[in-house]
């Protein structure tokens, strides 16, 4: 089996990842979500909720919501859950992008370059949107958006970047170039 050409798609809050995620779903490439990853691992993963018993109560166990909230209020404790997940969500992503027997993978990694977990993969694909927008979407997002690398950073070191400030046919389109131009190397 041919190793696919393994992809990270990133980008800022609400700039339309999971959308990109679906259209590259749709035109072919196999798509996993980080997100999904975590998700699956608080549920699911002993190790992981015995941590999470261990340092905040059997309330938090499995419960995203007080998760939340206890780490979003607490950079030392979001450090110390990141420390936890990251690396359990990065094995996680190498062990599926190494049954995909398609010719493009892609994982949707929200925090990819703040992780520095861009060297794992061959192309980056960075979606961007004008903060106004991105705000109309999510609501406010400051307090998260203070801690990642600005998206004109990111811009400069991904492969491939599409502004999505239009419709979902235009970022069809962007997509469906990307895995054109993936597919043929």
């Known amino acids: ?34 997100d999904e990853i975590v998700h699956r691992l608080l549920a699911e993963d002993e190790e992981v909720r015995g941590a ?16 939340g909230e206890i780490v979003f209020a ?4 979001l450090e110390w859950l990141e420390q936890l997940l990251h690396p359990r969500t990065r094995a996680a992503a190498d062990q599926w992008i190494a049954t995909v027997d398609r010719p493009v993978a892609v994982v949707e990694i929200p925090l990819l370059y703040e992780t520095g ?37 990111k811009v400069a070191r991904a492969d491939f970047s599409y502004v999505n400030d239009g419709s979902l046919e235009d970022l069809d389109a ?9 597919s043929s190397s």
């Open 1 to 34: 089996m041919k190793r696919p050409v393994a992809v990270a798609l990133t980008g800022g809050i609400a700039a339309g990842k999971s959308e990109a995620l679906a259209a590259f779903a749709r035109h072919g490439a196999a798509t996993a979500s980080s």
């Open 52 to 67: 999470i018993r261990a340092r905040w109560g059997e309330d938090a166990v499995g419960n995203r919501q007080r998760i």
């Open 74 to 77: 607490d950079p030392p404790e």
């Open 117 to 153: 977990g861009e060297d794992r993969f061959d192309e980056v694909v960075v979606i961007t949107a004008p903060e106004e927008l991105r705000r109309q979407r999510r609501g406010e997002f400051a307090a998260r958006q203070a801690r990642l690398i600005p998206d004109a950073e």
């Open 174 to 182: 962007f997509v469906a170039g990307v895995v054109e131009n993936l």
